[in-house]
């Protein structure tokens, strides 16, 4: 199941990258890994 989810968010993620970039827009593709990206605690 993980290898699925993994799968389908890197395809997601890689359609964006092509389709913005051709669109001149890829700084707002660059911003898709905050968009997918788990939230963390940082410990210090």
Known sequence: M???KLLV???L?????IWF???G???L???SEF??????????
């Open 2 to 4: 993980r290898w699925k």
């Open 9 to 11: 968010t890197t395809t």
């Open 13 to 17: 993620w890689l359609i964006a990258e």
């Open 21 to 23: 970039n051709f669109l």
């Open 25 to 27: 827009i890829d700084n």
């Open 29 to 31: 593709a660059d911003y």
């Open 35 to 44: 968009i997918f990206e788990k939230p963390f605690i940082l410990l210090k």
